[in-house]
């Protein structure tokens, strides 16, 4: 009988906890922008058939228009260095960071993903990548929390390693290298592009998002209920 009631308080109190627990640990995809942040790349390097034309870009911005919800839009404006505009200035996207799309549609690298993920998380769309590693760099001055992701594509045709490097409190892209080595013949030939940026606002506003009071009550109910569970449970073991 005893052992009968130890089994099923004790499937109570797993089924307790685990609905209680288990919410701690999923990853919330919020935007860690607000209106009117920007980012502004520049030192744009190509190498390479195809990447040349990354030589004479002079700059490219991109502005917090809005957020709702999980939306960021965010406005592109750009120049060659010669100072026409580049294609796509002025026009704006908007990226939803908790499913992965750009203006509805899936997109796997953005320039802006969810703010605060860790070493492992999951990016946006599902079934695609995680961030790789999180570190310290240095960035204009300022000392920042980064999360890296790194892309490897291999085809018989060519290799390609993509790094996106994003700000951890924002989640916008800080820097950007791809390389693309072809198979081609009599010997293989690897093309590359980068850039990098040289002016931003999101350092010094960006708010930090405020620890949740959820996890910390979860755990202070977790406790006392074992507490509870235990103090039950010892009696009706001494008593058998």
């Known amino acids: 009988m005893y052992n009968h009631k130890f089994l099923l308080s004790s499937f109570f109190v797993f089924v307790f906890l685990s609905a209680l ?3 701690v640990f999923a990853v919330s995809y919020n935007p860690g922008v607000t209106v009117g942040q920007f ?4 030192n744009f390097s190509g190498n390479g058939q ?3 034309v990354f030589n004479d870009y002079g700059f490219l911005q991109l502005q917090v228009t809005s957020v709702s ?5 965010l406005l592109s404006t750009g120049q060659f260095k010669n100072g026409t505009a580049l294609p796509g200035n002025g026009t ?3 990226w939803n960071i908790e499913i992965g799309t750009e203006d509805g549609t899936l997109s796997t690298q953005g320039p802006i993903i969810a703010a605060n993920l860790n070493q492992g998380d999951l990016i946006p769309p599902p079934d695609t990548y995680s ?7 240095t960035y204009l001055g300022s000392i920042r929390t980064v999360n890296m992701l790194i892309v490897e594509i291999s085809t018989s045709d060519y290799n390609s390693t993509l790094t996106y490097i994003y700000d951890k409190l924002s989640g916008m892209l800080l820097e950007s ?3 693309t080595t072809t198979q081609s013949e009599p010997q293989p030939v690897t093309s590359s592009y980068s850039y990098n940026i040289i002016q931003t606002n999101i350092f010094g506003s960006t708010p930090t998002p405020s620890v949740p009071e959820f996890p910390i009550f979860t755990l202070v ?3 006392v209920v074992l507490m509870v569970v235990a103090l039950v449970l010892i009696p009706l073991k001494r008593r058998k």
């Open 21 to 23: 627990v288990f919410p």
């Open 39 to 42: 980012v502004k790349y520049g």
């Open 50 to 52: 195809g990447f040349e």
């Open 69 to 73: 919800g999980k939306q960021v839009t």
């Open 92 to 94: 704006t996207a908007i």
């Open 131 to 137: 961030v790789n590693q999180s570190e310290s760099r």
């Open 177 to 179: 290298f791809t390389q």
């Open 221 to 223: 109910v977790a406790v």
